[in-house]
């Protein structure tokens, strides 16, 4: 027996259109990104004399949410695609499925039509910055969203009750290989000593998985007449918000302190253990996340791949993560402290692919969805979808 699939589906209040879609997340492969695909259920009765169109775009927001300010708005469109579904343009019959559109056109019926978006490979992923608990409504964010809806032409603004939304996300997974882990070797002078201190740092690895344990390695020869009176290990998370407003924000979403000493003369080699976790930070203002869906839990964002050639302006929110070693050092004149940074990269797995060309298996029991049943609660919902299993 085939494992069950979610199906996302969402309706539009006066029921002329709803959107089906077998997944909201949508891999960038860095060379080209997963294709989004569903299909657009209409009522010809509902509809009458008008059409129904399906959108993809892509919005970078940066304050209050819908807000418009002396005719200002707090959004700008990054990409943006409208195909029309119904009447069709295209032989349903004669189109290439992919195996969920094929199992919902299938359960839906005659009135079912697919769409297909193919997403250049230049567009930003989904990312978040997270907003002070204080601030209501109001988030930076790169957005990717799914429209349908009802209207005679495509250029007329449709109604709010002739409308379904649907949030999705372009994510992107941990590549097969990584690169060398990183390592520090480096030496230290300071005034009134005659040899220096000689710090030695290196990761496992380059590439570590959200909610993995990170290993520095950390080797101290303390030749100068300074003393070390403290360890301090931390993950710093740096976000480069380059499409409006080029500011960068570094965040320590992670930090140790040990009270190992090295005199002067002395040696040491100890392994530190550090792990960064959303968990840790919810408190904290412009921590960069992965888009979140409406319901659901994030994490840390994910480091930003770029293909090369790609521009970064156009990228939106870019992250990257370092871990950083600090020694306090104490001497007769003052004291001071040494920085060391190591670069890594912080990502999901890919995930296991099951049967079909769209990577999923699509269960055969998948239900009729009643249009009444799938309807918005209340005019503000546009953005939530109702999962299904099948």
Sequence with gaps: MSP????????CRDKSVGVYMGRRDFVDHV?????????VLVDPTQLKDKKAYVTLSCTFRYGPEDADVIGLKFWREIYQRTHQVYPPLLDREKSTHTKTQEKLLHKLGVNAYPFFFELP??????????????DVDKHCAVEFEVKAFSAKNQDEKPQKRSTVKMMIRKVQHAPDQSGPAPSLQTAYDFVMSEKPLLVEASLDKQLYYHGENIDVHLSI??????????????????ANVVLFYNDSYTE?????????????????DKVY???PLLANNRDKKGIALDGKLK???TNLAST????????????????????VVKLKTSGLVASSEVRAELPFQLMHPKPETGVGDDGEEVCDELKHCSMKQETDKAEGEEGNASPAEG
């Design 4 to 11: 069950k699939q979610i199906v996302f589906k969402k309706l």
């Design 273 to 275: 253990t550090i792990l």
């Design 252 to 268: 320590p979403v992670a930090m140790e302190q040990f009270s190992d000493t090295v005199a002067s003369g002395d040696k040491l």
């Design 304 to 323: 930003s791949i770029v293909k090369e050639g790609v521009l970064k302006e156009v990228i939106g929110i870019l992250v990257c993560y370092r871990l």
């Design 221 to 238: 020869t303390n030749d100068s007449s300074r003393t070390v009176k403290g360890v301090t290990v931390l993950v710093e998370q740096v």
């Design 121 to 134: 490979d230049n567009l930003p992923c989904s990312v978040a910055l997270q907003p002070a608990l204080t």
């Design 295 to 297: 319901y659901e839990d």
């Design 31 to 39: 060379d080209f990104v997963d294709p989004v695909d569903g299909v």
